[in-house]
């Protein structure tokens, strides 16, 4: 499985950046997901194979998703970024990919991009 996340930096409030994902495998939904510190991991925005968008409240308007399939990615172009979008960006499906068995079975995470706004 491989999702790898790019594209993040350091922006000033109300900056913006596009982050890339390179993904394996034909996936119906695919999503960009958060984790600011000291929180757990959200789901920001998810897309289907269709191109249909889902965002979350914080994001709506700021944040737009997208995919290529035919190259097996998938973006997030944020706008008018906001302290409090600081943390590890990271995509997967949606829910997110498992490996392992039974007992063992956990989420797989790839490697994510850091994204810090400051004020």
């Known amino acids: 499985v491989q999702l790898q996340a790019s594209g993040g930096g350091l922006v000033q409030a109300g900056g913006s950046l596009r982050l890339s994902c390179a993904h394996s495998?034909?996936?119906?939904?695919m999503g960009w997901y958060r984790q600011a510190p000291g929180k757990q991991r959200e789901l920001v925005a998810d897309?289907?194979?269709?191109?249909?968008?889902n965002y979350r409240d914080s994001v709506k308007g700021r944040f737009t998703i997208s995919r290529e399939n035919a190259k097996s990615m998938v973006y997030l172009e944020m706008a008018n970024l906001k302290p409090e979008d600081t943390g590890v960006y990271y995509c997967?499906?949606?829910?997110?990919?498992?490996?392992?068995?039974?007992?063992?079975?956990?989420?797989?995470w790839g490697q994510g991009t850091q994204v810090t706004v400051s004020s």
């Open positions: 495998g034909n996936i119906d939904r």
């Open positions: 897309i289907a194979s269709n191109g249909s968008p």
């Open positions: 997967n499906w949606v829910p997110p990919v498992k490996i392992g068995k039974g007992w063992n079975q956990r989420d797989y």
